[in-house]
């Protein structure tokens, strides 16, 4: 079974710091990663989609990078503002699923203060 | 904006009672998914509609069910509430192309949030 675990579950830093969040899991027979953002008590924003044969993906001030075979991705903000506050998802879809199944980490709380 | 949408926001409903929660999809969406949040957890899977038949279940019991209408929107119902089914009820959209034998890339709606008195 997919167990996915995010690292830390919450941190909480000055406006301007440049952030890795971690992420890992068990299976890395893995079709694609994905990145969510959720504020709280609201729905889930897609902030990257990496697929199983890419190393990383760029947005903006947000760097995802994959490592299938040690089953870890990291997320990267750079120049952190009080805006990015919220929860950040990091969630797989496994290669031998026909259902599109996601399975998800618990999150990391981001608190940016000014 | 994902053009997924949930109704209701919120709801209150008392251990025992029966529930249904809606969700249409974005324009072009054929495969729904269904998930739950509780507090401080990470969104768990449900179950899959697709073609308006399950295509797959988690590990939740058979009081939760679901319907795909011929327009691709989904009901979840929930029957004999129990305070543990409190949480965020998240509805995804996506497109599946049996001819690239694949499900694309999911779009969540705001969710609702069911409470259990």
């Known amino acids: 079974k997919q167990e996915v675990t995010q690292i830390p579950a919450a941190l909480s830093v000055p406006e301007g710091e440049n952030l890795v969040l971690n992420c890992s899991f068990t299976d890395s027979a893995i079709y694609n990663l994905q990145w969510f953002r959720q504020d709280p008590g609201k729905g889930l924003t897609s902030l990257l989609l990496?697929?199983?044969?890419?190393r990383e993906q760029t947005s903006g001030r947000l760097n995802a990078s994959l490592d299938k075979s040690s089953g870890r991705s990291t997320l990267y903000i750079a120049a952190s503002q009080p805006g990015d506050s919220a929860t950040y998802l990091c969630?797989?879809?496994?290669?031998?699923?026909?259902?599109?199944?996601?399975?998800f980490g618990r999150g990391t709380q981001l608190t940016v203060w000014p | 904006e994902t053009g997924v949408t949930q109704s209701p926001t919120h709801l209150i409903k008392t251990r025992g009672q029966q529930v249904t929660l809606r969700c249409s999809s974005q324009?072009?969406?054929?495969?729904v998914s269904w998930y739950q949040q509780a507090l401080g957890q990470g969104p768990q899977f449900i179950f899959q509609?697709?073609?308006?038949?399950?295509?797959g279940r988690g590990n939740f019991p058979p009081r939760f069910s679901g319907l795909q209408f011929p327009n691709y929107s989904s009901e979840l119902n929930v029957n004999a509430l129990e305070l543990d089914d409190s949480a965020l009820y998240l509805c995804a959209s996506s497109r599946a192309s049996e001819m690239r034998g694949r499900k694309d890339e999911q779009y969540f709606g705001p969710g609702t949030r069911l409470t259990v008195t």
């Open positions: 990496i697929q199983s044969s890419q």
């Open positions: 324009s072009g969406h054929n495969t």
């Open positions: 509609y697709y073609r308006e038949e399950e295509n």
């Open positions: 969630a797989v879809r496994g290669r031998g699923s026909t259902l599109g199944r996601l399975y």
